[in-house]
């Protein structure tokens, strides 16, 4: 595997303006977050995160002890949970959804740029110990985002119903998926990894969280990654003062109202909170907590609660309260002696609305680093690329516009009016002066009939280019084709593929990746595999 190009990301289409402005340290975005992600920035987090509660990391190291206890971990994954004892040891931390057999590439994207950027960490400042962590985000109950994956531009989708958390979905209807999976790989090189993989991922475990972790565990164990799941009695515990200050005060909506107040004329709003930003595990399903009529109820169910009642059941059942998006990261941070959190640009997109609210809860707000992005090219694809003469940079254009663009560059006659419009207007504007020294009520006809010249260059240019596309239709199928198959279903790569589709023909596919990937380059990097 070799990069053949690397383009920074902020000079792509693919991120929010907010997501832009903040890796461009706008001054726009200042108060939206606390340290970026450079050495200085690492050098003050640590500086903050010095002051971790000691008893927490005992805690911490416990829980991780008895979650992983079924794992054959890695040496390396065994000294990082010990190492988390020591005040001079902190997490970098990724996270995401159960996705089936790891989901679309971005999630190992995620991870390894989590996993690359400890060990830079550690060549940067060695007196301290950095630790990778993978938050397996077992509370989310949007079972349809997670039950699916594409191999070989097949979709692969598990036929279940589920409203609950997806980590406790149990598989035991796993073997029709495996089939499927099966069916479509068998004849490939490294079938038998694979399916070895699956089926002592899946079907040799009882739930989702179970089968994940095994999963993430084989595939990322060898580089000391640490798996924690949040939903857990003890580590919930922790959380209890601030469900009770959610459910009484309302501070996350309050601070995220205010936040989004501020930003919402430049920006768009990643996430809107509610007045309480808590779910309520019963019955198997996790429901949303309201408060009207001076109780508490939860959703789609007759369960009601005062509030005496409400914090009797947070103080004995902490583990039946499940935060939402905008307060997880709050959880977070405080079981973690976390300095960064590594996401892709939506989910920066609501981290950097959510400062005030850590401020106002008295809780170091981390670092947020841009996942690695990427698009992994064979050589027959980029060969194809060479000759259409489409460039690396090219390849991010969406594929109406691109066509038009190559159909403009490659015709004999001249299909871009630039020059024609440009002369419409300075006539018109000429014929504007003249009605201003003479009858201004003939302004708005001479505008009209500017408008009515615009629109009748802009059908010829249509008709033409279209004249030309059909002249030029082998070539639009040629890019059209290729087109597809480096952006499937019209999607980027890393959102649609699996890392299956890559495991099959390199069973070193994940580390050659990681030998790629520069976690602070926040480019988006085009790979060539032969």
């Known amino acids: 595997m070799n990069k053949i190009e690397s383009i920074p990301l902020v000079e792509t289409a693919l991120l929010s303006n907010l997501v832009t402005d903040y890796l461009n340290k706008d001054s726009e975005v200042k108060n939206l977050y606390v340290n970026f992600p450079n050495v200085k920035g690492f050098e003050n987090q640590i500086e903050k995160r010095k002051h971790f509660n000691p008893q927490l990391r005992e805690l911490l190291v416990a829980v991780l002890e008895n979650q992983n206890k079924k794992l054959n971990l890695s040496e390396k994954t065994k000294l990082h949970i010990h190492q988390l004892k020591s005040e001079n040891t902190f997490t970098v931390t990724t996270g995401h959804q159960l996705n089936l057999f790891t989901g679309p590439l971005y999630v190992i994207y995620k991870i390894l740029t989590t996993i690359n950027l400890t060990e830079k960490l550690q060549k940067d400042f060695p007196k301290n110990k950095f630790v990778p962590v993978f938050w397996m985000a077992t509370e989310d109950h949007d079972f349809e985002e997670i039950n699916h994956f594409w191999v070989s531009n097949q979709k692969i989708q598990w036929n279940k119903k589920s409203g609950g958390a997806v980590g406790k979905i149990t598989t035991d209807d796993l073997q029709a998926v495996?089939?499927?999976?099966?069916?479509?790989?068998?004849?490939?090189?490294?079938?038998?990894?694979?399916l070895n993989l699956f089926e002592n991922s899946y079907l040799k475990h009882k739930n989702l969280a179970d089968a994940n972790r095994f999963l993430i565990n084989e595939l990322f164990g060898a580089y000391g990654l640490v798996i924690i799941d949040g939903n857990d009695h003890q580590l919930k515990n922790q959380f209890k003062k601030y469900i009770v200050d959610e459910l009484i005060e309302n501070s996350c909506f309050k601070e995220v109202e205010k936040c989004n107040s501020e930003i919402a004329e430049k920006y768009k709003i990643q996430v809107n909170p509610r007045e309480i930003n808590l779910f309520y595990f019963i019955n198997g399903e996790r429901q949303r907590i309201v408060y009207e009529r001076n109780k508490y109820y939860i959703l789609h169910t007759s369960k009601i609660f005062t509030q005496a009642e409400m914090l009797d059941e947070v103080s004995h059942f902490p583990e039946k309260f499940s935060p939402n998006v905008l307060m997880r990261p709050l959880y977070q941070e405080i079981i973690l002696p976390n300095l960064c959190y590594i996401g892709g640009a939506g989910e920066l997109a609501y981290w950097l609305q959510l400062k005030s609210y850590f401020e106002q809860q008295k809780v170091d707000f981390p670092i947020l680093l841009l996942r690695n992005s990427a698009l992994i090219l064979t050589t027959k694809q980029q060969e194809k690329l060479h000759q259409l003469n489409i460039s690396l940079e090219e390849l991010l254009i969406p594929l109406p516009q691109l066509i038009n663009k190559k159909i403009k560059e490659i015709s004999t006659v001249t299909i871009d009016f630039s020059k024609e419009y440009e002369n419409l207007k300075a006539m018109f504007s000429a014929m504007e002066k003249i009605a201003e020294?003479?009858?201004?009520?003939?302004?708005?006809?001479?505008?009209?009939?500017?408008?009515?010249?615009?629109?009748?260059?802009?059908?010829?240019?249509?008709?033409?280019?279209?004249a030309e596309k059909r002249k030029h239709h082998i070539y639009i199928n040629q890019l059209t084709k290729v087109h597809l198959e480096i952006f499937p279903n019209n999607n980027l790569q890393e959102r649609v593929k699996n890392t299956s589709d890559f495991l099959i023909l390199n069973k070193n596919f994940i580390e050659?990746?990681?030998?790629?990937?520069?976690?602070?380059?926040?480019?988006?990097?085009?790979?060539r595999i032969d």
């Open 437 to 466: 020294l003479t009858d201004k009520s003939f302004i708005g006809a001479v505008r009209a009939q500017h408008q009515k010249q615009i629109n009748g260059l802009s059908k010829l240019e249509k008709r033409l280019l279209k």
């Open 512 to 527: 050659d990746l990681s030998n790629q990937f520069d976690p602070l380059s926040m480019s988006f990097d085009i790979l």
């Open 178 to 194: 495996f089939e499927q999976f099966k069916g479509i790989i068998k004849n490939e090189p490294n079938a038998g990894y694979l």
